[in-house]
Antibody, heavy 119, light 107 residues
Framework: QLQLQQSGPGLVKPSETLSLTCTVSGGSISSSTFYWGWIRQPPGKGLEWIGS???????HYNPSLKSRVTISVDTSKSQFSLRLDSVTAADTAVYYC???????????WGQGTTVTVSS | DIKMTQSPSSLSASVGDRVTITCRASQSISRHLHWYQQKPGKAPSLLIY???SLQSGVPSRFSGSGSGTDFTLTIRSLQPEDFATYFCQQSDSSPWTFGQGTKVEIK
């Protein structure tokens, strides 16, 4: 059964880079037909799609974050990663990784990482 | 961006009640609509994909319907474990977007 395990720091300083990693187990990151992506949820608020990438590197991003975000896939490690540059307090949120498909939805989720942007 | 609007934003219901949540898209999204359940402190969990297909392992009391711009999630007989927040999400057009959520509380 496909599982996703997130890792990364919970505290990031303003203007620095947020980096999170999601490790895929129970299935192959490079043989799947869906995308690998990230969603975030600010405290007490709704869900925001950040973006996703196919294992080959073809990615698409939310335009609201596009200038600051990179999602990459490392098939050798069965991992995909989120990089968000120049963070501010507005980027404080719980970040989730997930499998993503336009027809089958987001079927598998990581456990979530609470990231606080503060000096 | 396609705006997804859920109603109501919250509701109070009793165990055994039939509950209906609606989701409206700002433009047609065919059947590229999915429903999620989220409990406090947990990741969302997929309930329904493709507007009406039940995700494996999800109880049959959950059902979805609709196409185009108007969609419905129905819980046939509310159980204690169903008190949670429910979100719809469209995947027809990038950026994928979510509804604001519907919180189902105990009456």
């Amino acid at each position: 059964q496909l599982q996703l395990q997130q890792s990364g720091p919970g505290l990031v300083k303003p203007s620095e880079t947020l980096s999170l990693t999601c490790t895929v187990s129970g299935g192959s990151i490079s043989s799947s037909t869906f995308y690998w992506g990230w969603i975030r949820q600010p405290p007490g608020k709704g869900l925001e799609w950040i973006g996703s990438s196919y294992y080959s590197g073809s990615a698409h991003y939310n335009p609201s974050l596009k200038s600051r975000v990179t999602i990459s896939v490392d098939t050798s490690k069965s991992q995909f990663s989120l990089r968000l540059d120049s963070v501010t307090a507005a980027d404080t949120a719980v970040y989730y990784c997930s499998s993503q498909d336009y027809f089958y939805g987001m079927a598998v989720w990581g456990q979530g990482t609470t990231v606080t942007v503060s000096s | 961006d396609i705006k997804m609007t859920q109603s109501p934003s919250s509701l109070s219901a009793s165990v055994g009640d039939r509950v209906t949540i609606t989701c409206r898209a700002s433009q047609s999204i065919s059947r590229h609509l999915h429903w999620y359940q989220q409990k406090p402190g947990k990741a969302p969990s997929l309930l329904i994909y493709g507007a009406s297909s039940l995700q494996s392992g999800v109880p049959s009391r959950f059902s979805g319907s609709g196409s185009g711009t108007d969609f419905t999630l129905t819980i046939r007989s509310l159980q204690p474990e169903d008190f949670a927040t429910y979100f719809c999400q469209q995947s027809d057009s990038s950026p994928w977007t979510f509804g604001q959520g519907t919180k189902v509380e105990i009456k």
